[in-house]
């Protein structure tokens, strides 16, 4: 081996064990540098005879040749290290899972309060929203329910130690009944010129679904609930009317025959006769179970006084029922408490 030859493995070897890009330019610097081997042997050659120095200047030229490729060869081998070591830190496990995003859902009572509304729109009935923060005469003594009488003591309403700007006093309205008023009221004036003029009243078909509020709080009450108001009022609805009605709300919302309905006799002030609305599925987990779905009755001709109408002239039903309650018979839920907590593992079965 020749002094050129050991010069080129001696590059190699250090080439090859420069572990970093600028290590390995150092070891390119003592071979290929201006002070460097290869450099040192080409000053050599101004001392020889011209045809020695021919020679012995393309032997080394072969050996520069070679160191360079060294050089070269290693520097690739190092940048495709690097990169695949890059590669490797930023890798993407494609195998994993995506992360899917969850879909939401209404939550079970807007899925009730959205059916009743449907059934009651395919039979003509308006739906109408109204205030939860109300007026006390709004709340009862519109409804027939005079103040320090008895019957307000049916509801724990939220009283509220405040008064609007005439002067009334609010509560958080514990039912859905002053919409009947309001609606009443609003249609009354709405078509009070047409009337004036000899027309006919268009007939009053509302439902009133919302948010009411009682001091109450046990696994069949809750102190915010729903409730959805129904209110029907022409020249001559009679209460054979409202079973029709209710019948067939009651057929479509549970999507079944196979139930029997009491109307029970009872007392709200607003109503006279009143009663509550009893059903009974023949099977099923709750076969053969009373299960009180509504309050009812032909509303009460002083309320249709407060509606701004003549009782003499306008006839019809009103009744209350609970969306909650609905909802927990179509579902099947327990516990009423549930449904207001928000916990997302009720709360995703309905998706
Ligand atoms: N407002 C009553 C309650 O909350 C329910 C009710 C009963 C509403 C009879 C009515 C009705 O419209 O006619 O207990």
């Known amino acids: 081996?020749?002094?050129?030859?050991?010069?080129?493995?001696?590059?190699?070897?250090?080439?090859?064990?420069?572990?970093t890009p600028a290590e390995l330019e150092n070891a390119k610097a003592r071979y290929l540098g201006k002070a460097g081997r290869v450099?040192?042997?080409?000053?050599?050659?101004?001392?020889?005879?011209?045809?020695?120095?021919?020679?012995?200047g393309a032997e080394i030229n072969a050996a520069k040749g070679a160191i360079e490729a060294a050089l070269q060869a290693r520097r690739d081998a190092l940048a495709a290290a690097e990169l695949e070591a890059q590669l490797r830190a930023e890798a993407l496990d494609v195998t994993l899972p995506g992360r899917g995003r969850a879909t939401g859902g209404l939550h079970p009572v807007s899925r009730t309060i959205e059916r009743i509304e449907a059934i009651f729109a395919s039979m003509g009935f308006d739906v109408a929203e109204g205030p939860e923060i109300e007026t006390d005469w709004m709340s009862f003594t519109a409804l027939n329910n005079p103040e320090n009488h008895p019957a307000r003591s049916m509801q724990d309403t939220f009283y509220v130690d405040l008064k609007d700007a005439e002067g009334r006093w609010l509560n958080l309205r514990p039912h859905t009944s002053p919409m009947q008023v309001r609606y009443a009221r609003a249609h009354a004036a709405r078509h009070a010129d047409a009337v004036a003029g000899g027309a006919r009243m268009p007939e009053i078909r509302v439902i009133a679904p919302g948010r009411t509020y009682r001091v109450d709080s046990d696994a069949t009450h809750s102190p915010m609930f729903h409730q959805c108001e129904g209110l029907w009022i022409g020249e001559n609805v009679s209460f054979k009317d409202l079973k029709v009605v209710f019948i067939a709300f009651v057929r479509e919302f549970f999507e079944t025959d196979d139930f029997d309905v009491r109307f029970r006799p009872s007392f709200f002030p607003f109503t006279e006769p009143s009663a509550e609305i009893d059903i009974a599925f023949r099977s099923g987990p709750l076969a053969g179970r009373w299960l009180e779905v509504a309050g009812s009755g032909q509303v009460h001709p002083a309320v249709?006084?407060?509606?701004?109408?003549?009782?003499?002239?306008?006839?019809?039903?009103?009744?209350?029922?609970?969306?909650?309650?609905?909802?927990?018979?179509?579902?099947?839920?327990?516990?009423?408490?549930?449904?207001?907590?928000?916990?997302?593992?009720?709360?995703?079965?309905?998706?």
């Open 304 to 351: 249709v006084r407060n509606f701004g109408l003549d009782p003499e002239t306008h006839i019809g039903f009103a009744f209350g029922m609970g969306p909650d309650r609905l909802a927990m018979l179509r579902y099947g839920i327990d516990d009423l408490r549930l449904m207001f907590e928000g916990d997302l593992r009720f709360l995703a079965q309905f998706r």
């Open 39 to 56: 450099t040192d042997l080409m000053k050599t050659l101004a001392a020889l005879a011209p045809d020695l120095r021919k020679a012995r």
């Open 1 to 19: 081996m020749n002094d050129l030859d050991s010069l080129v493995d001696a590059a190699r070897a250090e080439f090859a064990q420069a572990p």
